[in-house]
């Protein structure tokens, strides 16, 4: 019936040559479904290999947006040598057709885990393969039309890899405290050599490949705090470095911030205040990575009114991760005026009938003081209702404020 393709309805006539009754049994027989893995011939080193394809395929793994239902090719090929290879496509007609193969850095079960090289350009670096490891090949065209490429893969030339860096530049092996950042910059000394550096970058031991540079610094995503590992393999013609050495550092803080108070201060009341308004200097805080805030936490502000007696001001420093250090300092506001006291007036009276005297009360006295007053105390002379001698008596009353200023009157009665 020659080929018919899929999907596609056709149909048979059946149509006897005679009007007698004739039975007959047919089937259509349909070719095997295709399979890539049926045979899978071996590439060897910088030998050719033409590979032809017509019809559609059992795959289709996008690339760039492009589909690629033609028919699968899969080729074998086993490094003798450990090393840098290339694939080389020669010749091309029909179209395009994607080359996929194992991504040699990464643990892959077969044919999963691709990375894509193209006809275009017509060399591919395959990275560095590993001696006796069997890498697979995926040739898969865009069409399902007729393809034939020619195509080799080219092995690591003679001679060793560049040599493992011995150590970091920065920052260097087992670094701590480092400040924390976003990013990491990361640099190394060139090896001999090398051509490129692969980076190895992670926060286990292991860490994973993220990248390739010509250049000897890497900038380094370290969103969180902790410990990161990195490892560069120096990429030459002839291979990449093996063995070389895991490098660490560690990003956090755990400095305290330092913070200065200005002095103590000693200031007296604002007249007929019990207060005074006292400024003073910010303090000062600085940090080894950075002062996140400097605050206020008990005390009052710079500017305030500040009352008779002692205040403590607390002021806190906080880093960037969120280290905090106190300093206080005092400032203290004596009361230095005196209360003010006032006497009842003079009192003039003549003696009791039949005593030398007279049984005299009088008003006690009153104080004000622009703060308290804690007291006002007799200090000498007679009590109200006391007797009064004949004469002159002097009374002396104290008032005494909540700081021990004093004041006094008298009370002169006769
Ligand atoms: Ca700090
Ligand atoms: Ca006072």
Same mark, same amino acid.
């Given at each position: 019936m020659g080929t018919l393709t899929a999907g596609t309805t056709y149909y048979i006539l059946l149509d006897p040559e005679t009007t007698t009754s004739v039975t007959q049994t047919f089937q259509i027989n349909c070719p095997a479904a295709y399979n890539p893995c049926a045979s899978v011939p071996t590439v060897l080193c910088g030998t050719p290999v033409t590979s032809s394809h017509t019809g559609t395929g059992v795959w289709s793994p996008g690339n760039c947006g492009f589909s690629t239902p033609g028919q699968e090719k899969v080729y074998a090929f086993t490094p003798t040598t450990t090393g840098a290879h290339n694939l080389q496509v020669t010749s091309a007609t029909g179209g395009f057709v994607d080359y996929f193969s194992r991504m040699p850095r990464v643990a892959v079960v077969?044919?999963? *885990?691709l990375f894509a090289g193209y006809l275009y350009p017509t060399t591919v670096s395959m990275g560095t393969l590993t001696a006796g490891t069997t890498y697979y090949i995926l040739l898969d065209p865009e069409g399902t039309g007729a393809y034939s490429h020619t195509f080799q893969i080219n092995c690591a030339p003679a001679g060793s890899a560049p040599p493992c860096v011995?150590?970091?530049?920065?920052?260097?092996? *087992?670094?701590?405290?480092?400040c924390p950042s976003a990013t990491q910059t990361l640099s190394w000394a060139a090896s001999s050599g090398a051509t490129s550096y692969d980076v190895y970058f992670g926060t286990t031991a292991t860490p994973v490949f993220v990248a390739t540079t010509a250049a000897t610094s890497f900038v380094a995503n370290t969103p969180t705090n902790g410990t990161y590992y990195w490892q560069i393999r120096p990429v030459g013609p002839a291979g990449t470095a093996a063995g070389c050495t895991v490098w660490s550092f560690t990003k956090t803080d755990v400095t305290l911030p330092n913070i200065t108070c200005p002095a103590n201060q000693v200031q007296v009341n604002t007249a007929n205040l019990c207060s005074r308004v006292t400024t003073y200097a910010t303090p000062t805080a600085t940090d080894n990575c950075g002062i996140l805030s400097v605050v206020l936490q008990s005390g009052l502000a710079s500017g305030a009114s500040f009352p008779v007696g002692v205040t403590t001001n607390i002021w806190r420093a906080t880093d960037l991760s969120n280290n905090t250090r106190s300093c206080s300092f005092t400032i203290t506001i004596n009361d230095t005026q005196k209360p003010v006291i006032t006497c009842p007036a003079n009192i003039v009276k003549a003696n009791d009938l039949g005593k030398c005297g007279a049984v005299t009360n009088y008003p006690l006295p009153t104080a004000t003081d622009n703060c308290s007053i804690s007291g006002i105390t007799l200090v000498s002379g007679l009590a109200s209702g006391s007797l009064f001698p004949v004469g002159t008596s002097t009374v002396t009353y104290k008032a005494t404020d909540a700081s021990n200023n004093t004041s006094t009157c008298n009370l002169p009665s006769r």
């Amino acid at each position: 019936m020659g080929t018919l393709t899929a999907g596609t309805t056709y149909y048979i006539l059946l149509d006897p040559e005679t009007t007698t009754s004739v039975t007959q049994t047919f089937q259509i027989n349909c070719p095997a479904a295709y399979n890539p893995c049926a045979s899978v011939p071996t590439v060897l080193c910088g030998t050719p290999v033409t590979s032809s394809h017509t019809g559609t395929g059992v795959w289709s793994p996008g690339n760039c947006g492009f589909s690629t239902p033609g028919q699968e090719k899969v080729y074998a090929f086993t490094p003798t040598t450990t090393g840098a290879h290339n694939l080389q496509v020669t010749s091309a007609t029909g179209g395009f057709v994607d080359y996929f193969s194992r991504m040699p850095r990464v643990a892959v079960v077969l044919l999963a *885990g691709l990375f894509a090289g193209y006809l275009y350009p017509t060399t591919v670096s395959m990275g560095t393969l590993t001696a006796g490891t069997t890498y697979y090949i995926l040739l898969d065209p865009e069409g399902t039309g007729a393809y034939s490429h020619t195509f080799q893969i080219n092995c690591a030339p003679a001679g060793s890899a560049p040599p493992c860096v011995a150590s970091p530049s920065s920052p260097t092996n *087992g670094q701590t405290n480092i400040c924390p950042s976003a990013t990491q910059t990361l640099s190394w000394a060139a090896s001999s050599g090398a051509t490129s550096y692969d980076v190895y970058f992670g926060t286990t031991a292991t860490p994973v490949f993220v990248a390739t540079t010509a250049a000897t610094s890497f900038v380094a995503n370290t969103p969180t705090n902790g410990t990161y590992y990195w490892q560069i393999r120096p990429v030459g013609p002839a291979g990449t470095a093996a063995g070389c050495t895991v490098w660490s550092f560690t990003k956090t803080d755990v400095t305290l911030p330092n913070i200065t108070c200005p002095a103590n201060q000693v200031q007296v009341n604002t007249a007929n205040l019990c207060s005074r308004v006292t400024t003073y200097a910010t303090p000062t805080a600085t940090d080894n990575c950075g002062i996140l805030s400097v605050v206020l936490q008990s005390g009052l502000a710079s500017g305030a009114s500040f009352p008779v007696g002692v205040t403590t001001n607390i002021w806190r420093a906080t880093d960037l991760s969120n280290n905090t250090r106190s300093c206080s300092f005092t400032i203290t506001i004596n009361d230095t005026q005196k209360p003010v006291i006032t006497c009842p007036a003079n009192i003039v009276k003549a003696n009791d009938l039949g005593k030398c005297g007279a049984v005299t009360n009088y008003p006690l006295p009153t104080a004000t003081d622009n703060c308290s007053i804690s007291g006002i105390t007799l200090v000498s002379g007679l009590a109200s209702g006391s007797l009064f001698p004949v004469g002159t008596s002097t009374v002396t009353y104290k008032a005494t404020d909540a700081s021990n200023n004093t004041s006094t009157c008298n009370l002169p009665s006769r």
